[in-house]
């Protein structure tokens, strides 16, 4: 299937990417390619095949609803942003504009 | 050379007081210095702590563990206390991120008294088998430095290989601790997943990463296995299952046996030397009183397809955290959305945009069942061809990779020919087994070669005793690189 350079800019609008046109015109090949390539899987009838998301059979793994020392403290997390820490929280960009 | 000791060897020594933790510390951090310029294995160098560690080491004088004072280096995707970790990528590089707090893994490991000496080369993110996409650049066999030291654990084989640490940890998603071990002529361990933990190290893709280690031999290998292994409350996916003495395993009785050979993995596009020598490596086993037989693992051939699917869409789901708030690279934007494009843009290298982007095409409303169920299920279906398998067999062997280490720049910009240097390490993650990869041979232009021996879900103690079996019986995993 192959990926047109409008297809690819709403790709990375949804990433949210930024890419130039050159990317733009780079990707929509390469993504194509890659496309072409996983096609093969349309080969394997899969209609009676139940989907593995997981293999350690594991299910619904619960611990008690107790708080813990963390591994790292509150000021050592939020000294690790790049951005200005206000009251002990991360000051953003505005969400609004 | 003092760093050229393997654990077991140099565990004696420190022992018996014949070196001192600081003597081999100096040894590798030497040895860094001397051959690094050629590789560029090591990304992050933390000689004055490793030092510092080591002399209280040999202050105590105890070594009540195999690995207490033994140098190793860890992929640049293990957080660890107070050292930059980065995973090569820009997003993470530009204001380096420092961890607060330690890896699971990197935590046992400073519990038994290893001294860690830095950080080691690897795919932007892990992506990749080539180390080529590091922002850092390319780690070099050490082998030939013209080609690809593999990847995406590169720096952490090269390091290995090059005697510049005693062992390393890698991950292995698709192969990428086996791959590397396999181009640069060392030991690596894929485990099976859930047997060790992640907490702490950063996802590439939840359903199929794994951490594990790189050694000098497979006895390094199953000690620090038996050292970093089981169960973790900080990771709900780690097993419950005992951690035996991975040690006891390696009884070097190989009798009886059974191992298959898939004939898919025996294709066309394999070089011929890598067929030789693994065929080669099948009939010790044979000498040595294993039973082979021809298998067959019919879905091989979708492995890869299903794969690039798969990973993509985890990895555009765990991608989605370096929005450059909490940590890593900045930006100056108008707005929210705006910063979250300005950094992702700026920081994340094209194989990881590449990933996102197909990943989120495959999750995208409409497309989710013809490819990423539909991928899910065709993992199904490798996962049985494994059951089957394993009703029969012990265990599997195969080639690592179809050829040894390739050119540095021999698949820029071509993705998918770089998806298939994963062609025969892809299948086993899926099905969440386990896999050894060790040297068994020499290719005419001097290129180690690895044979993969596959085990069942758990079944390390197996592929470990075959593996050991066959180094005590050949001298391949004894060859090392003039630097």
Redesign the interface.
Known sequence: MA?SPT??RH??K??????SDAQVT??AK??T???D?????K??D?SA????????G?CN?L?EDAVEPS???RA??L?????PIVDNQ?E?????? | MLSSLTIAQAHTKLSKKEISCEELTRACIERIESVDTALNSVVHRNFERALEEAKNIDSNGEFPHPLTGIPYLTKDVYCEEGIPTTACSNILRN?D??????STTTERLKAVGAVSLGKTNTDEFTMGASTESSCYGVTRCPWDTTRVAGGSSGGSAAAVAADACLFALGTDTGGSIRQPAGFCGCTGLRVT??RTSRY?VMSMAS?LDTIGPLGKTVEDVAMILGTIAGKD??D??T?SLPVPDYRKALTKDVKGLRIGVPKEYFIEGIDPQVEEHVRSAIAVFEKLGAVTREITLP?T??A???Y??IVPSEV?SNMARY????????EK??????????V??AG?GDEV??R???G??AL?AGYYDA?Y?????????I?RDFEEAFKEVDVILAPVSPTPAFLVGAHT????AM?LEDVFTISQP???ITALSIPCGMSKENLPIGLQIMGN?WGEETVLRAGHAYEQATEWHTLTPQL
Do not use: C, N
Not at chain 1, 14 to 19: D, E, F, I, P, S
Not at chain 2, 333 to 342: E, K, N, P
């Open positions: 990926l297809d690819v790709i990375a949804l990433a949210r990417l930024t890419l780079k990707f390469e993504l390619s890659i496309l390539y996983v096609d093969v899987l080969e394997v899969t095949v139940e989907p593995t998301a997981q293999v350690t594991a793994v611990r591994s790292a403290e050592a997390l000294s690790t942003s790049p951005l991360i953003t960009p505005s969400a609004h504009g | 204001k991120y420092v961890p607060p707090f330690d997943y859930g702490g359903s409350p900080k709900v996916t097993g879905h051939k979708y890869v397809a299903a690039y699917i555009s929005d450059g708030i909490r940590f890593g690279h900045s934007a108008a707005d929210l959305v705006d910063y979250y494009h300005a992702r843009s994340f945009k590449r996102i982007m197909i989120t095409y995208s490819y169920r539909h991928a899910q299920k065709v993992r199904t279906l996962r910009d071509d993705p998918v998806y899926l099905a969440g879900q």
